[in-house]
């Protein structure tokens, strides 16, 4: 498998009254050495989401990780104090931790410089001040927005400044995501029945992107029962303009040696699909990647329709999931006929993977 050197630029549109010119994205592995998550990516969580650090703790015990993914959570509205967590078990004895919260996000960074992740549960109204703050600290790689909504000359703001400090953006409008024996973003995955039967507590060879978060379960499945397993999954939201695009994502999985197919989940509305369709034919995307836009049933109606995300919905023939899934089949993509037939296809990509001597991942246990 080719490794591939160069990354695509993504153009922005200009900001109403800023003279500073259009935006471009830097490289995906700008201050990041190409990799999002380890298994000792530390993470800072905006807002009180009590659940979700539990479900992120309990992901890393199941995983084997020897120190807790969430080391600190920040919250404007209540005093500096220290809440209550579970980090695993032993026997009939269950491990109870404590995790600072931080009514000041400098406060929350400063006493924790080994954080790189931020996980923003803020609202629509409040999320992109928190994220401007975020931005400031240079330990920051990843910064996860959750809220849906967000106002898009906002969201354009943050991408811009992001770009500077070559900081990753996921979202707006997203679950988040996932690497399975790593580190997983906030409700990620489901329950942790949903973890344990789909084996997201090891690494497999597949890597995904999706548009939509709440897809982005299914794909853990369909992959999970027709593969060795997800070896990363990135949902990069559904609003009109996401942190980080389709092809971002792609080419770091293309770089990645551990990767031996990639799939990619997109939707009707907007072109970032074909940024992926010209990836194919330049061969900058060389290994095998199973594709599929859906929302082809917009075809059927005659009048224009806006789907769930605000970025779903066709304002020309291009932009139709049906046009997206020729041009990508021509492209060399595995474009499977509908979206009930995405797990044959990814089965059969991986048959094909095994006669050309491509041994999966081994199947480890969780704890």
Known sequence: LTNVTTSPRRKVQKLSGDDSGSMETNDYENGNNGILFENDTKAVIWGQQIKAVQGMLDFDFVCGRKEPSVVASTYPFTGDHKQKFYFGHKFSAIFEILIPAYKMMKDAFNAHPDASVLISFASLRSVFETVRE??????????????????????????????????????????????????????????????????????????????????????????????????????????????????????????????????????????????????????????????????????????EIQFGHAGASANAKSETASAKNLALKEAGAYVPRSFDDLGNEIAKVKFQLLCLGIQPSDDTSSR
Request: glycine share 12%.
């Open 134 to 303: 975020a931005l400031e600290y240079p330990q920051i790689r990843v910064i996860a927005i959750i809220a849906e909504g967000v106002p898009e000359n906002q969201t354009r703001r943050l991408i811009k400044v992001a770009n500077k400090r070559g900081v990753i953006i996921i979202g707006p409008a997203t679950v988040g995501g996932i690497k399975p024996g790593c580190f997983k973003i906030g409700n990620t995955g489901g329950m942790m029945d949903n973890i344990l039967s789909l084996k997201l507590y090891r690494p497999g060879s597949v890597a995904y992107v999706s548009r939509s978060g709440g897809m982005s379960n299914e794909l853990n499945n369909i992959i999970a029962q027709n593969s060795d397993g997800v070896y990363q999954g990135i949902a990069i939201g559904g609003d009109r303009y996401p942190g980080s695009t389709f092809i971002d994502h792609l080419l770091q999985y293309e770089k990645d040696d551990r990767v031996k197919m990639m799939v990619m989940l997109g939707e009707l509305g907007g072109d970032e699909e074909y940024k992926v369709v010209e990836a194919l034919k330049e061969k900058r995307l060389t290994k095998p990647l199973v594709a599929w836009c859906i929302g082809t049933c917009a075809d059927y109606i005659t009048s």
